[in-house]
């Protein structure tokens, strides 16, 4: 059935629906004119994410359960990065006129997904049509924390960690454009032989699963990884003052990413120093952490990578994705 059939207010109506389930504790979910919740911290974290179809995302390459995953997941790693839990997200869409109901209730399914493994409660949002004829998501996840780990905490010394693989996800995009065929692992229509080797790569982009630091205390400084290492190590070093030291043979690289760089003819490390959207957690410490991978040192000022012949070279730390920029 078409939206237009239904109308927003029955469109509302089944999305409440498939959202009852998590709103146990939220004083007032969806229904009313705004949500009434509590948090499990002091300190209240907001954050918001636009995915805007024919930017972020395109619907020959992604199924709706998998867009509703993503957009969720997007917004509980800038939580994670800050050291938080998520706790209420709150979903906007601009939906043209032709969609079908059952599109939004497997972004939904997607969405419910994700919020039961990360305990996030669905509790609003709002719906409008797009005439433009662009799907429009706009999410605003709010979180607690008690102890909030900013970008610019980083010292001199520190060394610089990241949590797994950098560059599946930019590899899988670059997959899904050489093949351009939707990779929908959720049914059987899913050719598993074909997409065997890459299916990981693919899966991180399309689904990429958000990161959390189970113990922050001697974090100083973190962000997520969502526009490429370089661009948001940046981020760090202009937040904190301070330069930093990455030694290539650190970078974790996947044998998922070795392969499919060969086949695509590529650099597996052009993907894991500037490809976007691995969502993977970068942070510095002063501590050496178990179970973290380093890949560098917070220096004085320069910014600078080390090659395996233990050449020097210099960077500017901010090769990754600009909106702005012409590409
Ligand atoms: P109002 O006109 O007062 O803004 P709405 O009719 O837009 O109210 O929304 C009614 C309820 O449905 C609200 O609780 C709102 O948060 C919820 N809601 C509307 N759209 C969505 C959506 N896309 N996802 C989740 N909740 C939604
Ligand atoms: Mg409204």
């Known amino acids: 059935?078409?939206?237009?059939?239904?109308?927003?207010?029955?469109?509302?109506?089944?999305?409440?629906?498939?959202?009852?389930?998590?709103?146990?504790?939220?004083?007032?979910?969806?229904?009313?004119?705004?949500?009434?919740?509590?948090?499990?911290?002091?300190?209240?974290?907001?954050?918001?994410d636009m995915l805007i179809e024919?930017?972020?995302?395109?619907?020959?390459?992604?199924?709706?359960?998998?867009?509703?995953?993503?957009?969720?997941?997007?917004?509980?790693?800038?939580?994670?990065?800050?050291?938080?839990?998520?706790e209420y997200f709150f979903l906007s869409l601009g939906i043209p006129p032709f969609f079908e109901t059952q599109w939004i209730e497997e972004l939904y399914r997607g969405i419910n997904g994700l919020a039961t493994q990360t305990k996030v409660h669905v509790a609003g949002g709002d719906t409008c049509s797009a005439r433009s004829g662009n799907f429009v998501l706009s999410g605003v996840l709010l979180g607690s924390t008690d102890k909030v780990i900013s970008r610019s905490g980083a010292r001199v010394g520190d060394t610089i960690y990241v949590t797994n693989n950098l560059g599946d996800s930019a590899a899988g995009l670059a997959l899904l454009q050489a093949h351009g065929k939707t990779a929908n692992f959720d049914d059987n229509s899913f050719d598993k032989n074909r997409y065997t080797f890459f299916e990981p790569l693919v899966r991180r982009h399309l689904m990429p699963v958000p990161r959390f630091l189970i113990d922050t205390t001697e974090i100083t400084a973190m962000i997520d990884i969502s526009d490429g290492l370089l661009q948001d190590l940046g981020h760090i070093c202009d937040q904190s003052g301070t330069g930093a030291k990455i030694y290539l043979d650190k970078i974790p690289i996947s044998d998922a990413l070795k392969k499919a760089s060969q086949y695509l003819n590529r650099d597996p490390l052009d993907f894991a120093l500037s490809g976007g959207e691995d969502y993977e957690l970068l942070f510095t410490s002063s501590a050496s952490l178990e179970n973290c991978i380093a890949i560098g040192e917070i220096t004085k000022e320069d910014r600078v990578m080390v090659d395996k012949n233990n050449q020097t070279i210099p960077v500017k730390l901010n090769k990754g994705y600009d909106h702005f920029k012409p590409s």
């Open 1 to 48: 059935m078409k939206i237009a059939d239904v109308g927003e207010f029955g469109l509302i109506h089944t999305i409440s629906s498939l959202c009852s389930i998590r709103q146990s504790p939220v004083l007032l979910g969806i229904g009313d004119d705004a949500a009434a919740i509590t948090f499990k911290a002091d300190t209240v974290l907001a954050t918001t």
């Open 54 to 86: 024919g930017i972020h995302f395109d619907l020959n390459y992604t199924t709706f359960f998998q867009l509703g995953y993503k957009t969720l997941a997007v917004n509980v790693s800038d939580i994670a990065a800050m050291g938080g839990q998520p």
